[in-house]
């Protein structure tokens, strides 16, 4: 079936530190990985995304590294703060082309990072 | 400011009632989702649209219904038969094959 899961579901570090979280996806027709961060009674933040053409895109502190032949995502942050403490999801677009093109975006139970002053 | 607006923030329910959620977006975005989540859980998909007067059902749209009469809007009703409705309710919209962007959310409550 179609799904989205984490390796962790926690994940504590040390301020400064890096941080990976990573993401397993099982559907080989996703082209398509978006990693959100979800504060406390909030919605979803977009962090950086990355389609299945790329292997590694990088953003401000982050870098996401996707690996199509095991269909592995992770998200490193640098230099972890305080403020990057929250729950991480990844999320897979699924385009469906024999549904008119329908999109659906399948999403982890995400990872709760801490970060330790 | 350009955005995705969900209201009210809180609400609460008695048994047996309907209620309606809003979504509104001033993003100029084709396509909007409606999210579940529960404490500890991921988001799972109940309804989304990709075009006005269209919608598809995810994957727990039972007791849910939507309409989609306006780009700019798409709200949810949780209906008496919804068995569980008490949740954290999530709204989103995108462009085609771009990330989605969320709402704050509403947090439903059953009393």
């Known amino acids: 079936g179609e799904s989205v899961g984490l390796h962790l579901p926690t994940l504590s570090v040390q301020e400064g530190d890096n941080s990976i979280i990573n993401c397993a996806y099982s559907?080989?027709?996703?082209?398509?990985f978006i990693w959100y961060k979800q504060e406390s009674g909030k919605g979803p933040q977009f962090i950086i995304d990355?389609?299945?053409?790329?292997d590694k895109r990088q953003g401000q502190r982050v870098t996401v590294l996707l690996n199509k032949t095991v269909k592995h995502l992770s998200l490193q942050i640098a230099a972890t703060q305080p403020g990057d403490s929250a729950v991480y999801f990844c999320?897979?677009?699924?385009?469906?082309?024999?549904?008119?093109?329908?999109?659906?975006?399948?999403f982890g139970k995400g990872t709760k990072l801490t970060v330790n002053p | 400011d350009g955005g995705i607006t969900q209201s009210p923030k809180y609400l609460f329910r008695k048994e047996g009632q309907n209620v309606t959620l809003s979504c509104e977006q001033n993003?100029?975005?084709?396509?909007m989702y409606w999210y579940r989540q529960d404490p500890g859980q991921g988001l799972r998909l109940i309804y989304y649209?990709?075009?006005?007067?269209?919608?598809q059902k995810g994957d727990i749209a039972e007791g849910y219904s939507v309409s989609r009469e306006k780009k700019e809007s798409f709200p949810l009703t949780v209906t008496s038969a919804q068995k569980n409705p008490t949740a954290f309710y999530l709204c989103?919209?995108?462009?085609?094959?771009?990330?989605?962007?969320f709402g704050q959310g509403t947090r439903l409550t059953v009393v």
């Open positions: 989103a919209s995108s462009i085609p094959r771009g990330a989605a962007f």
């Open positions: 559907n080989s027709a996703s082209d398509y």
């Open positions: 990355i389609r299945s053409n790329m």
């Open positions: 999320a897979e677009n699924i385009l469906r082309r024999l549904q008119g093109g329908s999109e659906k975006l399948v």
């Open positions: 993003l100029n975005h084709d396509a």
């Open positions: 649209s990709q075009i006005v007067n269209d919608f």
